[in-house]
């Protein structure tokens, strides 16, 4: 069983990513994937939820109206759609799986995930 997110990299302010979230071992279609990041020198911070049924989302202010959760259950795959980013943006970015499928309104809590995927860098720099 594993989660792995990739898709990271260099951009300039500005610009746009997208990352990827694959799993092996399970499907992510009865998962709630939520998306956290850490710069260094922070806390760990809960940007991005979709819900199992893509019925729910959430964002934090920090990110909401430039970041968009998608799912594509077919290939087993979840994105994060990052546009306009900010070099305030740098992170590693990590993508985790919740069985209970829904996205809280409070945000995501780190510790209450099912699975955790390695992180993917993304450093927004001119």
């Known amino acids: 069983v594993q989660l792995q997110a990739s898709g990271g990299g260099l951009v300039q302010p500005g610009g746009s990513l997208r990352l990827s979230c694959a799993a092996s071992?399970?499907?992510?279609?009865?998962?709630?994937i939520n998306w956290f990041r850490q710069a260094p020198g922070k806390e760990r911070e809960g940007v991005s939820c979709?819900?199992?049924?893509?019925?729910?989302?959430y964002s934090a202010d920090s990110v909401k109206g430039r970041f968009t959760g998608s799912r594509d259950n077919a290939k087993n795959t979840v994105y994060l759609q990052m546009n306009s980013l900010k070099p305030e943006d740098t992170a590693v970015y990590y993508c985790t799986a919740d069985i209970r499928g829904y996205c809280s309104g409070y945000g995501p809590i780190w510790s209450g995930m099912d699975y955790w995927g390695r992180g993917t860098q993304v450093t927004v720099s001119s």
């Open positions: 071992g399970f499907t992510l279609d009865s998962y709630a």
């Open positions: 979709i819900s199992s049924d893509d019925g729910s989302t």
